[in-house]
């Protein structure tokens, strides 16, 4: 199946699939969200609040109705599927952000920044616990191990 989505905006960022609904995320250069069904091609909503491109995107695995964006704002925004609307923004990198990840078991969020830092959010609690610096460049990119303890 192939479904060309038209929007204006023609730079996508960031895409993330819902792990039960037929729906995808993109995530764009002016800032702004969308929500597809990609069975009909429809947007079934936007979501705004970023300064700037959002190059990070992630769909809570489990199915909560939850997403995460990041972006050239430095910001972290934690969004409400069912609402509609950020619930919380995380503050703490000093550079764009440019990937985001719901851990599979944990209430955490990795996220990885052109401040040359990986952070590990605990999104119930809104902290960052832990900062991980020693690149000597951008990091573009941060994941949690499927199964280990590993990022």
């Not at 895409?15 to 995320?25: N, V």
């Not at 769909?59 to 109705?65: A, D, E, K, L, Y």
């Not at 078991?105 to 020693?134: F, H, K, L």
């Amino acid at each position: 199946m192939l479904t060309k989505f038209d929007t204006k905006s023609s730079r996508v960022k960031g895409l993330a699939f819902h792990p039960k609904r037929p729906w995808i995320l993109a995530s764009l250069h002016d800032g702004i969200v969308q929500l597809w069904d990609y069975r009909n091609g429809t947007c079934i909503e936007r979501f705004a609040g970023h300064e700037g491109p959002v190059r990070g995107l992630d769909v809570h695995p489990s199915g909560q109705p939850l997403f995460v964006s990041g972006g050239d704002d430095y910001l972290i925004k934690v969004w409400s599927l069912a609402q509609r609307k950020c619930l919380f923004t995380l503050i703490g990198h000093l550079d764009y952000i440019r990937t985001v990840q719901f851990h599979h078991e944990y209430p955490w969020i990795v996220s990885a920044s052109d401040d040359q830092t990986i952070r590990i959010w605990n999104w119930q609690s809104r902290a960052c616990i832990a900062t991980m610096p020693g690149h000597s460049h951008y990091v573009m990119c941060a994941r949690f191990h499927p199964r280990d303890d590993l990022v």
